[in-house]
């Protein structure tokens, strides 16, 4: 059986109260105490059960989601899956809960961020594009004691912060590769669309996508990126306008989380089903799109997953503790229209 507090007490010789005031890091105790206490705890084995000490406790976990205020039916997905974990981890001193700001200003995502202190919050899971402004807010906050993973948008490798998202730039070659393979070698130029370019996924996205496509398919070339900025008016314009200016196209990569706009734009400029399309994220528009011709394949990431990882990774940060590297990898999933679940 695993060793218990008792076990722990009488191996180093003393009481169960001095015990407690080891594990919780509280003060009045003795160095030589607390060295008496950790040499104990490497003798016997002892791993503390942090589940059982923060329920008799009362502890919680308050967990924020940081989400853009634009956006649709992805975002829609993230929060409804952020609502759902706040019921099922209650039971587990989670309060999880999300913010909307503004992510075309990041003098406000910085001010926002300002406004939060860990006496009301331990962790923030930050989507929100790369700017000095918020990584420099992000850092204050880490500073302050308010630990911070980057969701969807952000360093894929080891840095400041935990990344919870897929590997963007895989992402992007992944969706190279599918218009070269299924474009059967007919020469023309691929649109490439995202919400806006500042965003490090879409720039991840952007890299992956170009160094597939140049490398293995010369007879296709992609066109400079259309920014929307999720303004469904401006969406429809620009691709109107490159539609015109551009009879040659035979592809569209749809780089942003929210396709809807893109391809409502698409269906009423062009015939989207003489093109091949390769959009992001599973959402109710997107998979109308791939029931109905006007999408070819989704590159996708499972919301649920998303959320859960982010709450693992930031309990893991408050408890001081290490993680299984391999449960937070989020697949990059491809859909069509076949392979789509009822």
């Known amino acids: 059986m695993r060793p218990t507090t008792k076990d722990l007490a009488k191996e180093a010789g003393v009481s169960l109260a001095t015990v407690d005031r080891v594990l919780n890091g509280r003060p009045g105790v003795r160095n030589k105490t607390v060295e008496a206490v950790n040499a104990a705890i490497e003798k016997i084995g002892f791993v503390r059960n942090l589940s059982a000490a923060n329920l008799a406790k009362g502890k919680q976990y308050r967990f924020r989601f940081m989400l853009p205020a634009h956006g649709d039916q992805f975002l829609g997905e993230l929060r409804a899956r952020i609502d759902e974990a706040n019921q099922g981890l209650g039971v587990e001193g989670m309060?999880?809960?999300?913010?909307?700001?503004?992510?075309?200003?990041?003098?406000?995502?910085?001010?926002?961020?300002s406004q939060i202190g860990p006496d009301k919050v331990d962790g923030v899971a930050l989507m929100a594009p790369e700017s000095p402004q918020v990584r420099d807010a992000a850092l204050r906050l880490k500073e302050r004691g308010v630990h911070v993973v980057h969701l969807i948008s952000g360093k894929q490798q080891a840095g400041d912060f935990d990344f919870v998202g897929i590997d963007n730039q895989s992402a992007g070659a992944t969706a190279a590769r599918l218009l070269g393979r299924f474009n059967c070698r007919k020469e023309g130029k691929v649109v490439v669309i995202a919400e806006t370019m500042n965003a490090r996924d879409s720039l991840e996205r952007r890299k992956g996508f170009d160094m597939v496509l140049?490398?293995?398919?010369?007879?296709?070339?992609?066109?400079?990126?259309?920014?929307?900025?999720?303004?469904?008016?401006?969406?429809?314009?620009?691709?109107?306008?490159?539609?015109?200016?551009?009879?040659?196209?035979?592809?569209?990569?749809?780089?942003?989380?929210?396709?809807?706009?893109?391809?409502?734009?698409?269906?009423?400029?062009?015939?989207?089903?003489?093109?091949?399309?390769?959009?992001?994220?599973?959402?109710?528009?997107?998979?109308?799109?791939?029931?109905?011709?006007?999408?070819?394949?989704?590159?996708?990431?499972?919301?649920?997953?998303?959320?859960?990882?982010?709450?693992?990774?930031?309990?893991?940060?408050?408890?001081?503790?290490s993680v299984v590297k391999s449960q937070e990898v989020i697949r990059i999933e491809i859909l069509i229209k076949e392979n789509l679940s009822v």
């Open 214 to 321: 140049t490398r293995d398919y010369p007879h296709l070339s992609a066109l400079p990126s259309l920014e929307t900025y999720g303004d469904p008016r401006r969406t429809r314009d620009v691709i109107a306008n490159v539609l015109r200016n551009n009879a040659d196209v035979v592809g569209v990569y749809i780089m942003s989380s929210e396709a809807k706009p893109a391809l409502d734009a698409l269906a009423a400029e062009s015939d989207p089903q003489s093109l091949i399309v390769v959009a992001h994220e599973l959402t109710s528009r997107t998979r109308d799109a791939l029931m109905s011709g006007e999408a070819d394949a989704l590159i996708a990431q499972n919301p649920g997953h998303l959320v859960r990882s982010a709450v693992r990774l930031l309990r893991a940060h408050c408890d001081n503790r």
């Open 95 to 113: 309060v999880l809960s999300h913010q909307e700001v503004s992510h075309s200003d990041p003098h406000l995502i910085a001010e926002t961020l």
